[in-house]
């Protein structure tokens, strides 16, 4: 372990068991730490580097905006947030986008969002259906929607008003609604719940169930959106558009921010002027950073590159099943694949870094791979060389 690290540790908050790496600098897709060791990057900081480290076209917008402007508040209009805004809400297919410093905030906005229609239409609607292993964020009310008990027991009491039902089950969901619900709020593909994908059935179930009965349905799409699943965003897949959608992880690659989108519909009567604010949120440098990513992923075609990568990658993990004990599944789709062990898969991911791959884990027994986007077949062949060995 690195000398600095033993050292300064202690100067954070524990909420977190950090790996015994120091990393100090990325190229591609590869990250090096404070010795020099070279690790192939299966992690992505957690699906957020879509375009690996040092895209020069990246860094040089980036740069530029630095040495231009970074900051306005809220309270003034910039063009490279409204070129950014533009941008995204065509990416996602909403009508309207609101920026946000995070993916939990994006959520949190959301739920505003939902209540606050609900309000202006004199509903009486509050409460929200969320799905058994969700993951929304950790904040109170993005806590709220979240299904992980662990996370959830020392903060109670959370927000009231909030039911489970259980993911790829429509008959769960149904049986939950009422003339008080809301929203629904999902992610198309769970990723922190252990790399789950919703089938066709519940996403057109449930866009159908929030049209007969006046809900609002919102996606999360915050680790399965900006092409990660092979489109866009996840939804476009389904062809199910949701009322609203949150977005972060990937957007900035790397610069922190967070989005969420609604349709003209829900803006219509939602939140107005005073409702609700942020005084970073979507200032000029990190939209330089959003309206960069979007370019780049649109020039260089990245949805396809992952649908090609992506089938490679699955190709190669079904193979690697048959020979490797302890392999129960592989799931995912495009550049977010899950591996389901029959043991914790806390273990492969230490060993992982002894062969200088990061990789991370979703709940206890599955590995996550979510690399950068811009992977080729040579860097799968590279995974799968390293898994043979540790596994
Ligand atoms: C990461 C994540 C969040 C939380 O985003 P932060 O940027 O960490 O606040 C919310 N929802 C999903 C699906 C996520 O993967």
């Given at each position: 372990m690195n000398n600095y690290m033993e050292m300064t540790n202690h100067n954070l908050v524990h909420t977190y068991n950090r790996f015994p790496v120091v990393l100090e600098r990325g190229e591609g897709v590869y990250l090096y730490d404070t010795d020099g060791k070279k690790y192939l990057d299966f992690a992505a900081g957690i699906a957020v580097s879509g375009l690996g480290y040092r895209d020069k076209e990246l860094t040089d917008v980036l740069k530029m905006q630095i040495d231009k402007l970074m900051h306005t508040s809220n309270l003034y209009y910039n063009t490279t947030c409204g070129k950014a805004a533009e941008a995204l809400k065509d990416a996602c297919g909403m009508d309207r986008v609101f920026f946000t410093n995070s993916g939990t905030e994006a959520n949190e906005g959301v739920l505003k969002a939902a209540r606050k229609y609900a309000?202006?239409?004199?509903?009486?609607?509050?409460?929200f259906i969320a799905m058994t292993a969700s993951f929304h964020g950790r904040s109170m009310g993005a806590l709220s929607v979240t299904e992980h008990e662990a996370y959830r027991a020392p903060f109670e009491p959370l927000v009231p008003?909030?039911?489970?039902?259980?993911?790829?089950?429509?008959?769960?969901?149904?049986?939950?609604?009422?003339?008080k619900t809301c929203a629904i709020i999902l992610e198309p593909l769970q990723g922190e719940g252990g790399v789950n994908l919703a089938t066709q059935e519940f996403m057109t179930g449930i866009r159908k169930l929030c049209?007969?009965?006046?809900?609002?349905?919102?996606?999360?799409?915050?680790?399965?959106?900006?092409?990660?699943?092979?489109?866009?965003?996840?939804?476009?897949?389904?062809?199910?558009?949701?009322?609203?959608?949150?977005?972060?992880?990937a957007i900035g690659s790397g610069v922190p921010v967070g989005a969420f989108g609604m349709t003209e519909k829900v803006a219509e009567y939602s939140l107005e002027p005073g409702d609700h604010g942020t005084t970073y949120g979507g200032n000029p440098f990190v939209c330089a950073a959003v309206?960069?990513?979007l370019e780049i992923y649109e020039k260089r075609d990245l949805v396809n590159h992952v649908r090609e990568t992506g089938?490679?990658?699955?190709?190669?993990?079904e193979e690697l099943k048959e020979t490797c004990q302890g392999v129960l599944e592989c799931r995912g789709t495009g550049l977010i694949q899950g591996i389901r062990l029959d043991k914790p898969a806390g273990d492969t991911v230490k060993k992982a870094l002894d062969e200088g791959l990061l990789i991370i884990s979703a709940r206890s027994d599955v590995i996550r791979l979510v690399p950068p986007l811009v992977i080729e077949k040579e860097h799968v062949d590279e995974l799968i060389e390293k898994l043979k060995k540790i596994m």
């Open positions: 309000w202006k239409k004199g509903t009486g609607r509050y409460e008003g909030v039911k489970f039902a259980e993911f790829n089950n429509l008959e769960s969901v149904k049986s939950l609604v009422n003339e049209d007969e009965e006046g809900i609002l349905m919102i996606c999360d799409e915050i680790q399965c959106g900006m092409a990660r699943t092979g489109s866009m965003f996840a939804w476009q897949s389904y062809g199910t558009k949701p009322d609203m959608i949150t977005m972060a992880k309206a960069k990513t089938a490679y990658l699955k190709q190669k993990l």
